[in-house]
């Protein structure tokens, strides 16, 4: 069911369910210069987790137009190299999903489905760019996008240092940074021209050795065909310890071809 494939790319196909909206934003701030904008990337940056694996337990809730489902999920990622998603409904794993840099894989019970595939056919069938950095910042708290490689124009927002993209496309994106750490807090993705937003929120910070992690995330989405929200809280947390990755799809399972 795509409940649980939301739950299990989180973003990705929640992205996948054409869930992102209009983005109607006023700027009524001055706008600060460039080089003010550099140091609040820099200082985000200076906030990166510094681990080899992490292991999460979270609740997960996911709620739609017509569902809602309550489920447990069991995140594992070893950085920059692999990220195994489990999702579980009393006690039973309703779905499972691999991820690396060059492929993407999951199998769902309900349907007896599975895919696999890499991130450009998938980007082709979401209709946006996506890769494996996108889905491991998304569930650490950074911005899915590396800023630094960037351009942005700044003002500050509700206490907040909003960073508008300036690229002139038909994607806008804006993230929002608190001024203590410079943690993200929120960051907006949107296609006005399809009438689309996708808006994630971060809360409830904890910090390691490692640095600091959201342990609340909320994803909102919106489009005019009605709305899909996503709550992951991290309930316990782990970092460097030895983790397996099992990834194998039942036998019988049928494979999801996308064209």
Known sequence: MKKYIAILLVSVF???CK?????VQNKTAEVAETKTDKKAIEKHYDNKLDFKTLYIKSSARYVDEKQSQNVSAEIKIEKDKQILVSVRFLGITMAKALITPTTVSYYEKINSTY????FTSLSKWLGTELDYSKVQNLLIGEALDDLRKGKYTQEI???LFRLDDEKETNIKKTFFLEPEKYLLQKEQISQPSENR?????YSDTKTFDQGTIPT???????QPKGKTDINLNYNNITFNEELSFPYSVPSGYKKVIIK
């Open 14 to 16: 929640l992205v996948s």
């Open 197 to 201: 937003m996708l808006e994630i929120r």
């Open 115 to 118: 895919y696999e595939g890499d």
């Open 216 to 222: 609340a995330i909320e994803i909102n989405a919106v």
């Open 19 to 23: 869930s992102k909206a209009v983005a």
């Open 157 to 159: 927002v509700e206490n």
